[in-house]
């Protein structure tokens, strides 16, 4: 499954272009990595929220794909951002709460990896769609 | 108030990275710019959701700061995606709904731009807050 | 449509609990309002949050049903309180940003009347679904 | 701390109305249990969003409160609804992700219970802020 999530990633060109990385896909689960280079800052020399709510919505979808299908998109989400994010990379787990076959509700939490310890930075929860046909 | 607006702009690297502009700001209200890339893509051929969720919470930070001073950051939001954007800008429009002296609610509509028409694709709504002391 | 959908609000065991009224529909837009009762408090003598989430969700799926038809629930939503409410009603407007066949999102605003005048204490966003089928 | 709990909700008329009881409460930790009534329905016999919803959002306030003092309101909220709900409680249990000195961010999770069973019915989160204030 892993494998199979890796290629649809490579196939996402935003993701290939932010060097987003699938480090774990079962049923149920979810995890990304990405490493924080310095065009992902905003103003204040901390990762933009937007890379984050990147990272948030990605590993949501990924999560609805593992019990869905892989024709899925993210319908919605919400985000709360728990501290400003410095450090090495961003890492997301994101998890199903629930599904049917249509749609699944997915949480993630997004840490932030510093000299090996992991920070949390975010947390979201929302909801991914199958798509009804090939679009 | 808006070339300060667009000194925070120039001075977030991811904004700089993703080439967005500040189009508008007044109080209460902020437009941004968006002009699509083929790497801004996910694996349908469409605009990926994460730099949706990227403009969409810039343009609430702003149309916030716009009320709030510079010193803000955007505490958390949601977003609907509306339809899949395929187009040449993304344009969001952000206003506030409320405020205090703390923070601001703000909502915002993203749009894609195709041969010179707008249709919708995302709505959000969030909460911006003013830093209590420099970072 | 107004008899249809206050029709619908009476069938809600809730809604005639808190003597929830519809004061207006039309395609696309929703209007709920609420006496305010004592026994709708919170512990500071403003009403309660539930109650203004029950109004703004229900004021949502009426917005949405308007378009949708009348087998509709609401799926999601977020709100945000914008300041303590006290005063004599409760007024919710719901209109509906963007539907396709299958959903609608929406938003509202609550506000409270207080003497005449309205003050903003919500606003609140979300996905109303049609009910695939008989429930 | 449980007994302090009760004492808030008993000063809260809205929680009384219901019949809302606080089950547990501990430092991060909120439980409340609702016994479903037959004027808590919506049209189609199963419970309101609305009192869903007020399950919700009094459960994370409390959940922020363990944390943070009495003085605390919800600020902001989300709510995914995962299946009707028909039973004979409703039951959340609500946690704390994250907080500050001035505010939480606080998950919860909703379930009827039906015959000593429970099952999910909705997972929300939100934001408690500190009143910095009396009121």
Redesign the interface.
Known sequence: MLDLGRK?LA????????DAELTGLSPGNAELAIPIR?????????V????I???A??AL?FAGGSVLGTAV????????????AKGDTLIVRASV??H?KRQA?C?C?VFVLVSGNET?CA???G?IVRLSSP?
Do not use: C, M, W
């Open positions: 649809i196939s996402q060109p935003f993701s290939v272009f932010l310095p065009e992902f800052g905003q103003q204040h020399g901390f933009h929220g937007g890379i709510s990147y990272a919505d990605n979808t998109v993210t319908s919605e989400f919400k985000i709360n951002y728990l501290r400003p709460v629930h049917g509700v949480r939490d949390p947390a979201a929860q909801t679009r």
